[in-house]
Antibody, heavy 117, light 107 residues
Framework: QIQLVQSGPELKKPGESVKISCKAS????????MHWVKQAPGKGLKWMGW????????TYADDFKGRFVFSLEASASTANLQISNLKNEDTATYFC??????????WGQGTLVTVSS | EIVLTQSPTTMAASPGEKVTITCRAS?????MHWYQQKPGASPKPWIY???KLASGVPNRFSGSGSGTSYSLTISSMETEDTATYYC??????????FGSGTKLEIK
């Protein structure tokens, strides 16, 4: 069955960096894009962008240009999200999600990133 | 960017009651998709392409709409339906957006 398994929770200080991974299984990794979605505590879902898993080309939503980097380890069927110069407002659960056409059919379990001094 | 406005923001329904959640788009979209999220869990696909039920979704749920107005309906509320529901659109030449969510509780 198709699964997206994300790395564990992270506790970071402001200014530090964090890298979250999302390992896919049960399908051909390069056949589908991987998306990232942010959910701040008690808030709604915000789409961050996506990465073409065939070419490696990332596309970022406007609010996530600059400190956010999507990358791949295609040989390991893994997508990564790196956030640099962390700020308090980056505290959130980050989900990876795989689309079927224009909806998200599969989601990772989420990775909680807490930024606190 | 297409803004999705959900209403109501929160609501409570009695067991057996009919429930309707609305999602209005700032511009016309071809399809609307819905997700159910329970506390501490990841969102689950619930209704896709406006009216198709995702795998495992009870048939008391339905989706409808077109253009700028879409809805999710529960014909008869059950306790297990307590959750937050989000709508989502993905149209060409527009970033993907989600509605702000509707929290549905049981009375």
């Amino acid at each position: 069955q198709i699964q997206l398994v994300q790395s564990g929770p992270e506790l970071k200080k402001p200014g530090e960096s964090v890298k979250i991974s999302c390992k896919a299984s049960g399908y051909t990794f390069t056949d589908y894009a991987m998306h990232w979605v942010k959910q701040a505590p008690g808030k709604g879902l915000k789409w961050m962008g996506w990465i073409n898993t065939y070419t490696g080309k990332p596309t970022y939503a406007d609010d996530f240009k600059g400190r956010f980097v999507f990358s791949l380890e295609a040989s390991a069927s893994t997508a990564n999200l790196q956030i640099s110069n962390l700020k308090n407002e980056d505290t959130a659960t980050y989900f990876c999600a795989r689309n079927n056409y224009n909806w998200f059919a599969y989601w990772g379990q989420g990775t909680l990133v807490t930024v606190s001094s | 960017e297409i803004v999705l406005t959900q209403s109501p923001t929160t609501m409570a329904a009695s067991p057996g009651e009919k429930v309707t959640i609305t999602c209005r788009a700032s511009s016309s979209v071809s399809y609307m998709h819905w997700y159910q999220q329970k506390p501490g869990a990841s969102p689950k696909p619930w209704i896709y392409d406006t009216s198709k039920l995702a795998s495992g979704v009870p048939n008391r749920f339905s989706g409808s709409g077109s253009g700028t107005s879409y809805s999710l309906t529960i014909s008869s509320m059950e306790t297990e339906d307590t959750a937050t529901y989000y709508c989502q659109q993905w149209s060409s030449n527009s970033p993907i957006t989600f509605g702000s969510g509707t929290k549905l509780e049981i009375k």
